[in-house]
C-alpha cells in the first residue's frame, strides 16, 4: 500500500469515529444556547466565565444561530460549559475511499466518451462492453494515481 493510500485509510478512518454525527441536527437556537437553558444557566453566568458582558454572550449566540461563529469562539463557549468542541468532515459518499471512487468513476468516463466520439467520427466505434472495460480500467488507473484534475 502506497504512501497515499496509507494517507487516505487514516483519515478515512478518523472520519469513520465522528461520522455517526452525521444525522445529529443542530438545536434550531444553537447547542450553546440549548444547553446553556437545558442547564438554567444564565446569559450573564456564561458570559461571566468567558469575561465578557451579557450582550456579547447574546451575540454569540446569535453568531452560531446564523453560522457565522468562529471555531476559536466556539470552543471557547463549549469550554465555559465544560464541554469540548467536536468538529470534523464527513464524506457525503460514506468514505473517502468512496468519494475517491466516485470522482474517479466521474472522470474516467469523461475521458473514455471523449476518445470514443473522436474514434467514432473515425469509423473506429469501440463496443459498449469495451467503453465499460475502458472505464472500469482508467478508473483504477486514476484511483492509484490521484492527480489533482480529478477534483477539478
Keep these: ?72 469562539a466556539l470552543t471557547a463557549a463549549a469550554h465555559a460549559l465544560d464541554m469540548n468542541l467536536v468538529y470534523g468532515f464527513v464524506p457525503m459518499d460514506g468514505t473517502l475511499e468512496q468519494l475517491i471512487d466516485r470522482k474517479a468513476k ?14 467514432k467520427l473515425e469509423d473506429q466505434e469501440n463496443s459498449k462492453k469495451r467503453l465499460l472495460k475502458a472505464i472500469e480500467e482508467c478508473t483504477t488507473a486514476l484511483k492509484n494515481e490521484m492527480p489533482k484534475i480529478l477534483w477539478d
Design 1 to 72: 500500500m502506497g504512501k497515499k493510500a496509507l494517507q487516505v485509510q487514516h483519515l478515512s478512518d478518523k472520519m469513520q469515529v465522528v461520522s455517526i454525527l452525521n444525522n445529529v441536527a443542530q438545536p434550531p437556537t444553537g447547542w450553546i444556547k440549548a444547553t446553556r437553558i437545558t442547564l438554567g444557566i444564565t446569559l450573564q453566568q456564561l458570559g461571566n466565565k468567558l469575561s465578557i458582558s451579557k450582550q456579547s454572550m447574546r451575540d454569540i449566540e446569535r453568531r452560531e444561530q446564523d453560522g457565522t461563529i468562529t471555531i476559536k
Design 106 to 119: 466521474e472522470l474516467a468516463t469523461q475521458i473514455v466518451l471523449r476518445t470514443s466520439n473522436s474514434m
